[in-house]
Every structure is written in structure tokens, then in C-alpha cells.
């Protein structure tokens, strides 16, 4: 059978969480990969200090691994994984990934280029973090994703962007005084 | 034909580069997939206060884009990519990379593998540096990689592993202690 998108959303088993539910904590083994349907997951690690530090957060349209190191090794996975609004998701196991990809060589070059994708947004994130100061991370940030600024909490978005929850407030502050 | 690595590696091209060498310098376009046959080349960016920030260390067998997003995407390159030692490598075109994946379907799940193996390693890099300390990161880093103390500057590590040369002296110094 030829691969197709269509199809492959469609063999998707589908999985609803509540607002807060976790999809996979900390020790546990991640066995799916997920699309949203609806809602945002964010993905989220204990740092060395004992506080939560969030490294991706996934909207609609985006697959994403609970945990990728986890599913491809059957390791623990580090990562917590939390829907912080009520999410619809799509879910296959890796029997079901590997079934496709024996039987249809579309789904490896479907995969391959998720993969990639994957990694872009993988070194964007880290260069930026290296690269642009507090202010040029969220404008950067801002292109793309200031939509969820009406969706999460915002100490959330500060995580993610390496800053502090004050700093957050106080460019955002800037920034609406700058266009008033 | 059948896809094998031993094939592959005899299609690359050999080029030498000296120590201290750019294969790549930021702003470039990276054209290249590379296979280190002898050397150490390491991948840095300029951070935002205008200092060298070492992101990946490529030794011997190792397969590495000199920018990935650049290869991928035609992008001029945020990467600089420097031979540390005098290097021996293998490279092979875009062109040629895509020759292959039209030809040999076995090269696509090669190369996701390989794909997948990179976002395991630059996971786990990203989640030592946020759950653990100095000491744990370079115990971690200690236990594959203590060969290249012998190989390249050692201020290029402490960047690679989110820590002062200072820290690193001092942490390297406290180990010996401890040993002796």
C-alpha cells in the first residue's frame, strides 16, 4: 500500500487528557507517538536544582515522541509529559511504526523528513539560546507561537525560553509600551 | 542496488584539512555531509556577548553535517566547523545524497537511523545540562570521551560541557586527588 498522510492519520488510535494530566512522568517508558489533534503538551524535565524546566512545548499539527530516547531504547525517559489544556491526541505504538515501515517504504521517507524537521527545530532552539540575548529570544519566539500566550501559563513560556518568569513580564511590558 | 555502508564510504570523496582549518565558517552555505576517518573537528557558534561556544566535538567514525539546518535548508550558516588536529575525511554532495535516496531506498533507513542517533545524543546533551551539575556532566562526558584530554585544548571542552576552564581544571584536579 502506498503511504499517505490521510491514511496514516486515520489509522491513529485516539486518546483525550484532561487539562494537567500527565501523558508519560518521569521513570516511565514512553510506547507512543502522538499527534494533537486539539490542546498543548508541554515536555518538561526536574532540573538539578529541583525545579521544572521546560525544553519543547506541542500545539496542533505536531507530532511528537513522549519521550524519543525513551521509545527508541526502551530506556526510563527523563522527560514529563503534561497537557496544560483538555487535549485531543492520535497515538501509535512502535509495533505499529514498524509495521509501516516494512510494509510501506513511503513511511520511512515520511519519517525521515519529520526527523529532520525535528532536528531544525532541535539546533534552532539551542543556537538561539546561545546565540540571542532575553529580548531577541522572544521576538523570535513571538513570530511564530504568541498565540500561546492566551493559552498557557506564562512561567511556562519563560522555561522554555531560558529566562525568568520577571524578565517574561518586564519585556512584554516593553514591548506593549513600545507599540501604545 | 542494495544499500550498504561499506559501498557508501568508498563513493566519498577524500579531502584533508589542517589543523586549525574551517571546513566552514559562519555565514557560509554547508554543502556537505562529512565521515571523519582521522581528526577531531569541533562545531561552534559566536554567542551574544561575542565568545566561542563549542557545541559538538566529532572524532573518528563519526558522520556530521557541518550545518545541518544550512545543508538542509540552503540557509547561510550560525556554525563554524574547525579541524583541531590535522584531519582526514570523507564527504558526499547534497546531490549525491539524494542520487542515493532516489536508488537506494536502503540509504533512507540508514540515514533515519543515523537521524535518530543524532537526536539522541543532542537530547541527551540537553538534558545533562539542565539536570546535572558540573561534576555529574563531566563524569557523564568522562566515560566515552576522556581520550580527547589528550587530543585538543582543554577550554574547548569546558565550553562544550557548559562549564569555565577554571571549574573544569579545578573538578579535573579534585578527581586525580580522590584517585591517587
Redesign the interface.
Known amino acids: 500500500m502506498k503511504f499517505s498522510l490521510e491514511n496514516f492519520l486515520k489509522s491513529g488510535h485516539e486518546i483525550d487528557f484532561k487539562k494537567n494530566e500527565h501523558l508519560l512522568k518521569q521513570g516511565e517508558i514512553s510506547r507512543n507517538v502522538y499527534f494533537v489533534v486539539q490542546g498543548v503538551i508541554r515536555h518538561y524535565?526536574?532540573?538539578?536544582l529541583g525545579n521544572e524546566?521546560t525544553?519543547r512545548i506541542s500545539q496542533e499539527n505536531d507530532f511528537f515522541y513522549s519521550s524519543?530516547?525513551s521509545f527508541?531504547?526502551g530506556d526510563a525517559s527523563?522527560?514529563n509529559c503534561q497537557a496544560l489544556l483538555n487535549a485531543r491526541l492520535l497515538y501509535w505504538t512502535k509495533d505499529e511504526l514498524d509495521d509501516l515501515?516494512s510494509d510501506q517504504?513511503g513511511f520511512?521517507?515520511f519519517?525521515?523528513n519529520k526527523?529532520?524537521d525535528?532536528?531544525?527545530e532541535?539546533?534552532?532552539k539551542?543556537?538561539s539560546r546561545?546565540?540571542?540575548?532575553a529580548k531577541?529570544r522572544l521576538i523570535e519566539f513571538n513570530e511564530t507561537n504568541i498565540n500561546l500566550f492566551n493559552r498557557i501559563p506564562h512561567h511556562i513560556i519563560a522555561s522554555y525560553l531560558d529566562m525568568t518568569p520577571e524578565t517574561l513580564s518586564r519585556l512584554r511590558a516593553k514591548f506593549k509600551k513600545q507599540k501604545s
Chains 1, 2 share one sequence.
Open positions: 524535565v526536574i532540573d538539578f524546566k525544553i524519543n530516547i527508541w531504547k527523563y522527560i515501515s517504504p520511512i521517507l519519517e525521515n526527523l529532520k525535528f532536528v531544525i532541535k539546533h534552532k539551542e543556537i546561545i546565540t540571542k540575548n531577541e
